[in-house]
């Protein structure tokens, strides 16, 4: 059984990883590339999640955030360009400004966190505690997890799920699959000729 120091170097192994994927997408110009990197880093999450306790923010980032997001943009790479265009010298100062305040902010409220598996954390002694106890003898499930996304809070969990399900069958059917899909349409569309004659005026040559 892997122990807490054992515990805390797969944290940083992970971290680092999504780290170095994250600089990758960053500095890469080609979409296919970024797409798939994208992939990675969501499914490396998804397993940093399951790691830390989180089984149901990782299945759902797995499935989400690895799988149909990553099935969206290539179906969207289809209408555009496979390579980014590249970016004048300090575009990025703005965007890298906002990242660096917004990640000091962070780590500045994991300050008031809880310690990792601390029994006395309101997470761990409210309601967490309450469904620890009456889970096995309420519902038969061995996995809390599960009862409480599939029974105590069954209403959000199909409200949350009938969202996810129409945003994903609005964007099939705007990027259409097949012979009636948008990239096909433009592709059989008529390029406008550059080169066409010029209009004929009178007197002219038929």
């Known amino acids: 059984m892997i122990g807490g120091t054992g515990t805390a170097l797969i944290n940083i192994l992970f971290l680092v990883i999504l780290f170095v994927v994250a600089i990758a997408i960053a500095r890469l110009r080609s979409l296919f590339a970024i797409v798939m990197l994208s992939g990675v880093y969501s499914l490396v999450s998804a397993a940093w999640y399951i790691l830390v306790d989180a089984v149901d923010v990782g299945f759902t980032e797995a499935a989400v955030g690895a799988g149909m997001s990553t099935a969206v943009l290539l179906g969207a790479m289809l209408l555009t360009a496979r390579t980014a265009q590249p970016e004048k010298p300090f575009s990025r100062i703005g965007p ?19 310690p990792l598996g601390d029994a006395n954390s309101p997470a761990n002694a409210g309601v967490g505690l309450t469904y620890l106890r009456i889970n096995w003898y309420d519902m038969g499930v061995p996995n809390v997890v599960t009862s409480v996304l599939a029974s105590y809070r069954g209403f959000d969990t199909l409200g949350e799920t009938a969202v996810v399900f129409t945003a994903g ?19 059989k569309a008529p390029k406008p000729d550059a080169r066409s004659a010029p209009a004929r005026k009178e007197g002219d040559a038929p």
Do not use: H, N, W
């Open 96 to 114: 890298f400004i906002v990242c660096l305040v917004t990640g000091l902010m962070l780590i500045y409220a994991t300050i008031d966190l809880p």
């Open 169 to 187: 069958l609005a964007v099939a059917m705007l990027l259409g699959f097949g012979e009636r899909s948008l990239a096909q349409t433009l592709k």
